[in-house]
């Protein structure tokens, strides 16, 4: 058994005692720092990411200092951060779970999951994932449709790493690492699946690996290149030594280290823990129920701060943006209507942050499309799917994005999905009598309410029923509006060649099929209107696609367009393509094996859409 060799030297021991320690000796170990460090701006890594722990620290203690304003800056840059990761694995984990996956958050994230009583103090910055071998290709199409894109290995050497791991990307900050259990892992690693507790995160349950696994693989790491550094390692260990929500049993964690072959560096770590910050685990010995054959299911508590402050977060971001971006595009002569999002919240919900939302949506009249493009890009916005071909973007908007710890997007529209006709008569009817809205300190352009009406019920025949905001914008409409209005809407759907449109989505309600039964609205909807409202796998909107266009040569043009996608369009939609040139050709040799495999699926729910007219047909 090797001896432990991972203890911090003397100047990090002093940063640790003032972040870890309580009261005066906090302060006078951040006091010794400060006289070898005047400045904290040239912190780096490890001693950087201790920061905030170091706030919340020294801010306990009442310490009067000039850089404890700079550490409370860094704290709340944490704090969001870890709450929009939390909120991310959540929505993976959820999804995975939908799928049939079996997910267990590891390393960082599960320290936040599993102990939540501050998460602004630990720094976190990928979400590692642990799942099974055989799970690994269903996990990365449902990882895909989230928009997470697998990043290539940047090196021969870092390859030869990978073949456990795969690494993957969410805009330019939100990156995930999906680790695999293989039978090449020792036992002792394997092991954590049955050492598990399940854990709560933003109402999704999931595993983690149960506090004191946590804590051994801090302590005590089996293999060196598994070891983390003593900045790390020692603020993660009292984070779960001093967390209510640990209960650690001595002997089982020792021997679990014995197992691996760690059991002299877990005692080394201990008693270096207990001598310098008094973190024992005397008083909660055999507290620890004893995990069965497959695993515990201790529950462990929720933290203090929920999804509802982080939507908050992002809400104030897309106003600031919002606040900005609007004088700037009445300077450049583009008056926008903001549609969906902020103007739903304001006009539907009692309170208007019950409606979250993700984007900017702005309708632009078409001869000043550009100039609005010009102005985004002034601002530092650049187009989303630029590279991918015509025919692969959408034909109604473009998406803009401006990156940084909250990426905004702006879409904007020329026209409305389901809205067919001349884009600049959809612009004035649209913005018609339109109304001025103060939102984030500016005043913006909302439709009036006949034509929020219409935008609400095209918006849920766009998304289907399985579209739980569409719906619930359709159902508080539907209970909010009255019927003057309602008849407003249905008249201006049908001056825009929309009625049958409009009434496919009302009809998505058992409210909106009485409404559209009064209002004298058929339900003779068109087939790719009916085909949307399933919410259909992709393989039968290109089945719908691919009947309806005109001409032999323009359909094999299509097809060979689905076959062989552009390269941006196919990196965006497989994680293969992401792994260099190889991958890239591996990915084109898969496609159509894919769409394949997928094609049953497409027709069956492409048949129902058919049958479904056939019979509107039949009894008109």
Known sequence: MRPHTRFPSADENVLLRAALVSGPPATAAW?????????????????????????????????????????????RRTWYASQMLLHAAAQAVLALRRDGVRPMLIRGIALLASHPEDIGTRPVN??????????????????????????????????????????????????????????????????????????????????APSSAEQLRLACAPTRARWAPPPLRWIPDAALIIRSPASSIDHRRLRARAEQGGSGAELDAALGYLKAEFGLGLASRASATPRPGATRSMIAIPRGRLDLRRVESFRRLALEGALAELMPALEAGGVRPLLIKGAAFASWLYDDPRERSYGDIDLLV???????????????????LLDAMRDRERPDHTTDWMRTGLLPLVVELHHTMVLLPGDPSLIWQRLSEGALRLELGGTSVSVPTEPVAALIVGLHAAQHGRSHERSMRDLHLALERVDHDAWRAAARLADSLDAA???????????????????????????????????????????????????????????????????????????????RGSLGLACAYLWRPLQLLRALPRGLRAWSR???????????M
Request: with cysteine.
């Open 126 to 207: 990928v979400i590692d994932l642990l799942i099974a071998p055989r799970e690994r290709g269903r996990a990365l199409t449902r990882l895909r449709a989230l928009g997470w894109v697998r990043q290539p290995p940047g090196s021969a050497a870092e390859r030869l790493r990978a073949w456990d791991r795969v690494d993957l990307m969410r805009g330019p900050e939100q990156r995930l690492t999906l680790h695999l259990s293989t039978a090449l892992i020792p036992e002792h690693v394997r092991g954590l699946w049955r050492e598990t507790v399940v854990t709560t995160v933003r109402d999704v349950q999931t595993l």
């Open 365 to 383: 009249a078409p001869d000043r499309f550009a100039a609005a493009e010009a102005v985004l890009s002034e601002l530092g916005y650049e187009p």
């Open 609 to 619: 859409a058919a049958s479904d007219q056939s019979g509107d047909d039949t009894n």
């Open 31 to 75: 006091h010794e720092f400060r006289a070898g460090h005047p400045g904290i701006e040239h912190l780096d890594g490890d001693a950087f990411a201790l920061l905030p722990r170091l706030f919340i620290n020294l801010h306990k203690s009442n310490l009067e200092d000039p850089a404890m304003g700079v550490m409370r800056g860094i704290y």
């Open 500 to 578: 049958a449109n409009f009434a496919a989505g009302l009809r998505l309600d058992p409210a909106g099929e009485e409404l559209c039964g009064r209002l004298g609205l058929t339900s003779s909807a068109p087939r790719h209107v009916r085909l949307r409202a399933t919410t259909p796998p992709r393989t039968a909107m290109g089945i719908e696609q691919l009947v309806t266009t005109p001409g032999a040569l323009a359909r094999l043009r299509l097809l060979i367009e689905v076959l062989v996608p552009s390269r941006a369009r196919l990196l965006a939609t497989s994680p293969l393509a992401g």
